[in-house]
C-alpha cells in the first residue's frame, strides 16, 4: 500500500458511495428493475470509472448475485426488501458497497444488518481478528431476532480481485485472519428472518472469466472479446450483444472457461437485508472508504 493505491482506493470508494446512496432512491413501487440497474451502472462510467462487477439488485429471500436479464420486466412491488449492491474500481482499486431499501415495514431488520455493519467496523484494528468482527455482526443481528446469513462472508480485495483473504465471517469464531495494517476488505453482514443459510437457484446473469482456453464457437470468441479488458472481474449477460450468447455461454462454462453465479437465496418467503462497507486496516483502526 503507497499513496498511489491509497487515493485510487479512496476514490472508487467515493464514487461508489455517492453513487449508490443517489441510485437507492430509485427504489420505488412499480418502477423498473432493468431501467434503474441501467441508469445506475451508466452513472459509474460516467464518472470514468469502472464497474468491478455487474449491479447486483436482488429481492426478499434472494441475498446476492441476481441482476436483470437483457429482456427483464420486473418491477418493484410493495413489503420488496431490495439490496442494491454496488462495485466500482479505478484503476483494478476497487470499492464494494451496498444498502437495503425497504418498500415495507421492515425497518428493524434493516437495522440489524446495518447496526452489524458499524459494530464490526468498529473492531476493525491490527491485531483484531477476522472472528471478532463476525461475533460482533452475530451479536447485533440475533439480538433482533433475526439469523446472520453464516454462509455467506466479507472478502479481502486487491487490484482486479473481487474475493481474496482475509474472509469476514458473519458468525463467532475462534479462529480467522488476524488483521494488518494495509489490508483492504469488505465487511458486509446479511440479516434473515429465514434459516440463516443461502442455497443457489437456477437463474445465473452474472459469470466471469477463469481460464484462457480457446474457443472455436464465433459467439463464444466475441464474448471473450468483450470481456477481455475486465481482468476476470464478473459480467452479466444483459451486457453482451451476440445472438447465441446463451448458448455459447453455457458451453463456457461447461468447459471451465468462465465461472457463472447463480443467485443466492434463503428459505422461499423469508426476507434478507445487507448492508456492506469496505475498509482500509491502518496503524490504529480504519479508513471506510465508501462511507
Known amino acids: 500500500m503507497n499513496d498511489e493505491i491509497f487515493e485510487k482506493y479512496i476514490e472508487a470508494g467515493a464514487i461508489a458511495s455517492r453513487i449508490l446512496r443517489e ?69 483494478g482499486f476497487i470499492a464494494d458497497t451496498a444498502t437495503t431499501i425497504d418498500l415495507g415495514n421492515n425497518s428493524l431488520l434493516l437495522a440489524a444488518s446495518e447496526n452489524a455493519l ?7 484494528r491490527p491485531g483484531a481478528t477476522a472472528g471478532e468482527l463476525g461475533a460482533a455482526v452475530q451479536h447485533e443481528i440475533e439480538s433482533r431476532g433475526y ?34 495494517e494495509g489490508m483492504v476488505f469488505a465487511i458486509e453482514p446479511f440479516a434473515s428472518t429465514g434459516s440463516g443459510h443461502v442455497g443457489e437457484k437456477s437463474r445465473v446473469e452474472i459469470y466471469s472469466q477463469i481460464s484462457q482456453k480457446p474457443v472455436r464457437n464465433p459467439a463464444a ?58 475498509v482500509i486496516v491502518t496503524a490504529d483502526g480504519c479508513v471506510v472508504t465508501t462511507r
Open 221 to 278: 470468441r466475441a464474448i471473450l472479446e468483450i470481456v477481455r479488458d475486465r481482468h476476470g472481474l464478473p459480467f452479466s449477460r444483459r451486457w453482451l450483444t451476440e445472438r447465441k450468447q446463451d448458448i455459447a455461454l453455457s458451453a463456457m462454462v461447461r468447459s471451465q472457461t468462465l465461472h457463472g453465479y447463480p443467485v443466492l437465496a434463503d428459505i422461499a418467503g423469508s426476507l434478507v437485508s445487507q448492508h456492506e462497507h469496505t
Open 118 to 124: 458499524e459494530a464490526a467496523i468498529k473492531k476493525v
Open 23 to 91: 441510485g437507492a432512491k430509485g427504489i420505488r413501487i412499480g418502477e423498473s428493475y432493468f431501467d434503474l440497474v441501467e441508469s445506475i451502472e451508466s452513472k459509474v462510467r460516467e464518472e470514468g470509472a469502472s464497474l468491478a462487477f455487474p449491479l447486483n439488485l436482488s429481492i426478499n429471500e434472494d441475498a446476492a448475485h441476481d441482476t436483470p436479464s437483457p429482456a427483464d420486466i420486473r418491477i418493484f412491488e410493495k413489503g420488496d426488501v431490495a439490496k442494491l449492491d454496488l462495485g466500482v474500481h479505478v484503476d
Open 147 to 180: 439469523r446472520p446469513i453464516a454462509n455467506l462472508t466479507g472478502h479481502g480485495l486487491d487490484r482486479y480481485v473481487l474475493h481474496r483473504a482475509p474472509s469476514i465471517p458473519n458468525v463467532g469464531n475462534n479462529k480467522g485472519t488476524t488483521l494488518e
